[in-house]
């Protein structure tokens, strides 16, 4: 292994000296990414004279990462900017996070998103690939080309292997791999070829140059399930934290999170972050349907093997996800060790983009967030009200309940026309005001899940009938209307305009184009 590494290190410098392309190293806080960097510094170490460009060092913070991963990794930034400037060498840390709306609590809690599944992976794109990408991107766009060092590995697995072989073979340079997804982007790692014993053999036979202790970093793996750690997500075909040994507690992407199970059994001052794994157990369930709506989120009826394909998570579920996070904060906070008296597993910023959709874009006028927060953490909430959509949105549900009795659809479709409405208030112009009107009519068209299964099934049904004689040229059945549309194609939203553009209640066309 000597020998390796003086010729790793050659190489490194080599490349390095080759061009001004700057680099941008990956760093998880795994084993692998901790090698790669510390090649990298200690080949720059032994330039003195020819440091002549910078070494961006990025880690992608998901915002629900294992807390005590996310803390190592944090304190190993710090540590490095402070040895990169004793050290004098051109090295940056970054800390990546996701942009607010794309975070996992507004995305899951906010927009109602169902927990991430193998088909449904809409977390690595948000919360991994446009973090890291958009840092990369505007590298290019300042220098015209960038180098990223990753500490990928082909032992890793079988796929992984085979996906290095393939970018071997489109080489452009010594070891220099272009990236499929980011242009102007060659990628080179330096630690393909080692095993995982090879990388700990290093990683104990040599001190880590920015301080951090490799010992501790190996204590932290026997914590836990022996699998490689999440690497740095650049494109969808890099496996994520689906399969990896540290990544989001809240990953549903496995059937089970083994490694804070370990941390858990193994630590008993680990036993605060039982709430974490409670509640991620309590996303990861088979069937989720009792809490997802029958609709999909456009309200579009999807039918998959005679059944309707669910959408977002309901209100009263969303509701809950919160209460339940806002609790387990709480509860380390109060109960926890004291280096995590302050976690925070949900930032104000996500609670007031999920307040804002839940209130605006979901039209949910109760306006529950502030309850549910000083409920669960014993503190009030500590924005001020927002502006109701009404004189007093508590009364107007009341209201609503009361006209509405038992039938749920008919009130969540006065809710959100009344909504609708006040959206358009505000516009000078209310171009559109009964296209979102028809929406919402045709959405709330169904008495419960039975019946719109009911009308998708005869739906198909007639539209595969229909295709079936229009191919023999036997003239074939129109499909069924749309629910509330009558004979003359009228829709019920249509009408009630009709009656009271008659009434005077309400502005014709020609008063909707003056005003």
Known sequence: MGQWLRGILDEIRELYRADSVPWVVGYSGGKDSTLCLMLVWMALAGLP?????????????????????????????????????????????????????????????????????????????????????????????????????????????????????????????????????????????????????????????????????????????????????????VDSTTPSCGDSRFGCWTCTLVSQDKSMQAMISNDVEKEWMLPLLELRNALDVDDDRDVRDFRRMSGRLHLFKGRLVHGAYLQQAREEWLRRLLEAQTWIRANGPEYVRQLTLITMEELRAIRHEWVYAKHEIEDSLPGIYQAATGEPYPDPPRESAFVNSAEMIDVLREVCGDDEQQFLMARELLGVERRFATMARRAGLFAELEKVVSKYAFEDEEDALGFALARERLATETLALSDTGVPGQSLPLPPGQDENGATEAERLVADLQSAGLAPTDRDADEQ
């Open 49 to 233: 004279a020819e440091r002549t460009k910078v070494v961006h060092v990025i880690s992608t913070d998901t915002g629900v990462e294992n807390p005590v991963v996310a803390a190592w990794v944090d304190a190993s930034l710090a540590a490095m900017r402070r040895a990169a400037e004793d050290q004098g060498l051109p090295i940056e840390a970054h800390r990546l996070t996701p942009a607010v709306e794309d975070s996992f609590w507004v995305c899951l809690i906010g927009r109602g998103y169902a927990a991430p599944r193998p088909k449904f992976r809409w977390c690595t794109e948000r919360l991994k690939i446009k973090p890291s990408n958009a840092f990369i991107r505007a590298v290019v766009a300042e220098h015209g080309e960038t180098i990223l060092v990753l500490g990928t590995r082909k032992a890793e697995s079988g796929a992984r292997a085979r996906a290095m072989a393939r970018h071997e073979r489109r080489r452009v340079r010594d070891r220099l791999s272009p990236n499929a997804s980011l242009p102007n982007s060659l990628v080179y790692s330096p630690v393909e070829d080692l095993t995982s014993d090879e990388v700990w053999q290093l990683l104990m036979q040599y001190s880590n140059p920015w301080g951090h202790s490799n010992k501790d970093l190996l204590t932290m793996y026997q914590g836990a399930s022996p699998d490689a750690e999440c690497p740095l997500v």
